[in-house]
């Protein structure tokens, strides 16, 4: 630990001694090669955009009144509340949705370590670090209380990766070269499978690279799984619900980057630390003592086509990014449409047990309306998940499909039941003196009419459920948006991402409503007798 707390606190000054120098960042060959025309073009923007402060931050204590962000579920969030009561603390749900707030200024400064840091700094020349060294957090993998023998194992395995330096190289690979490339890793006979618990925030230790998780915590993991004889699988999700997950028995283990704090122990246990890491504040460069840099001429800038066409490089095109924005697609397409199926028909059977003349099923129909429909759906979400399937081995894409049926039919119930009830009680009667059974004359007289009546508000439900889909990251489920906050965690374009999700989303609601509306000219019984004419 010791070790990897000297080699923190020297990047740290690296880091820092450029912001002192009056200059922008790290200066060395790699970190110049990494800045490209796209981020120098974005440094422009967000410098232009963030608000000049009346006075300037050069010293941690700064920061108390100002605005400060934090990703949620992280250590900061505490630090910041406790040392700096007078700042406003804005909780970012993710690291990379957090450096986009400090960059654009909606924030006065955020808080990373050093190895994220400087990693991000070769691409976002906006941000810097300033002001001393905040403080030194080991880093463990998590592991459930009653996980003793694997903790135990994982111990074992730490240590001998130090002995036989297999970590000092992975340490130089990924913290100091840069290098982005998974070598080569023991093969071994699954036996079991080892659930590990992350969240992908970018290099060096866990991001997404040609559809694939590669970083520090990604070889651990991988090499750990190896040592057991176990094939690994990654629930990628929002860094405040891994513990979650790890106690209600989601995850065997957290490799996450998670810092050893005494609040946590309470809920888990930690590994030896197999990692240190210094912390520090930064901001965005025009909010520091540095001199901003001499705006470029005006023929140097870069054309609004030349800057869609980079980020359209940059965020589909490069690492095959494309991919994840399809696998995220067909995630949500397969959600929306199964969670509609599955609620429409648990609708209709709610609604009949609403309409039932037994006072018990009727009640109980009522109630599960009343709950369904005054329960958020991201809660309802995380109940299925982390209660009510807690203790099963289920595919988060099934309960993501249960939650959203569920949530569904309640809405859908009462769409059914206003359509049946709004039709004069007259036809029934009618179709009962035919000779029609109560089944033929719901079939042949009450149906049609009712659909073609509900269908209006039922499409609007379902273009809301769709859009709805967008929470699943919650359980690890990488849909579209979740797939936007992937490559926004390695390009750090907020724009692009966001836009493109934006119009997949009404593509998919575009395609639903004309289906719908398809059904809704065929059973309108005006359009049927025109064209017979």
């Known amino acids: 630990m010791i ?16 912001v002192a120098c009056g200059q922008n960042g790290p200066t060395s060959d790699a970190d110049r090669a990494g800045r490209t025309a796209a981020s120098t073009s974005a440094s422009k923007s967000a410098s232009t955009s963030a608000p000049a402060t009346a006075a300037r931050l050069s010293s941690t204590a700064d920061l108390d009144g100002k605005r400060l962000g934090v990703q949620l579920g992280t250590v900061y969030d505490l630090y910041a ?39 991000l700094m070769l691409t976002n020349t906006t941000l810097v670090p300033f002001g001393e060294p905040l403080f030194s957090s080991p880093v463990g993998a998590g592991f459930a209380k009653s996980s ?58 866990a991001a997404v690279q040609g559809g694939e998780l590669a970083g520090f915590d990604i070889e651990l993991a991988r090499r750990f799984g190896a040592s057991l004889g176990k094939e690994v699988r990654f629930a990628d999700q929002e860094f405040g619900g891994l513990i979650a997950a790890l106690m209600s028995g989601k995850v065997d283990v957290i490799i996450a980057d998670m810092y050893i704090t005494e609040e946590r122990q309470k809920s888990i246990d930690f590994s030896d630390a197999y990692f240190a890491q210094a912390n520090v504040a930064f901001t965005n460069k025009v909010n520091t003592v540095a001199p901003s840099a001499a705006p470029a001429p005006d023929a140097a800038r870069a054309s609004w086509i030349d800057g869609v066409v980079s980020s359209f490089q940059s965020n589909i095109m490069q690492e095959k990014r494309y991919l994840l924005i399809w696998d995220g697609l067909t995630t949500t397409v397969l959600i929306a449409v199964l969670s509609a199926l599955f609620g429409t028909l648990l609708g209709a059977v709610i609604c ?35 209660v009510v399937f807690g203790s ?7 309960v993501a499909v249960i939650a959203f049926g569920m949530n569904f039919a309640a809405y859908v119930a009462e769409i059914f039941r206003s359509g049946i009830e709004g039709i004069d009680a007259g036809q029934s009667e ?17 149906l049609p009419q009712m659909i073609q009546r509900i269908l209006p508000v039922y499409k609007g439900e379902c273009i809301s459920m769709v859009k709805m889909t967008s929470i699943v990251g919650y359980i690890a489920v990488q849909d579209l948006t979740k797939a936007s906050d992937i490559i926004r965690s390695r390009t750090f374009d907020a724009f692009f991402p966001l836009i493109m999700v934006a119009v997949l989303y009404f593509i998919i609601a575009a395609v639903l409503m004309r289906g719908l509306g398809y059904l809704e000219r065929a059973t309108d019984p005006r359009l049927r007798r025109s064209r017979t004419r």
């Not at 700096?84 to 924030?107: E, H, I």
């Not at 003349?357 to 109940?383: C, D, H, K, N, Y």
């Open 3 to 18: 070790k990897s707390f000297c080699r923190a606190t020297a990047l740290l000054a690296s880091l820092l001694l450029p």
């Open 392 to 398: 099963i081995n289920i595919n988060p894409v099934l």
């Open 81 to 119: 509340t406790k040392t700096y009561p007078r700042a406003t603390v804005v909780q970012f749900p993710s690291y990379q949705d957090m450096t986009l707030a400090v960059s654009a200024g909606k924030v006065d400064a955020g808080f990373s370590d050093v190895e994220t840091l400087a990693e």
């Open 430 to 446: 009618a179709g009962t003196a035919m000779g029609f059974t109560h089944v033929q004359t719901f079939r042949y007289v009450v």
């Open 148 to 205: 003793t023998e694997l903790r135990r194992a994982f111990n074992a395995f730490l240590a001998q990766i130090r002995a036989d330096g297999v970590y000092d190289d992975m340490v130089t690979r990924w913290m100091k070269t840069h290098n982005r490339t998974m070598p080569p890793l023991p093969a071994a006979a699954p036996n079991g499978v080892l659930v590990v618990g992350l969240s992908s925030g970018g290099f060096p230790f």
């Open 352 to 386: 009949f047990m609403r309409m039932s003349r037994g006072a018990l099923v009727r009640g109980s129909a009522q109630a599960f309306i009343a709950v369904l429909r005054g329960t958020p759906v991201v809660v309802l979400l995380m109940i299925m998940f982390y």
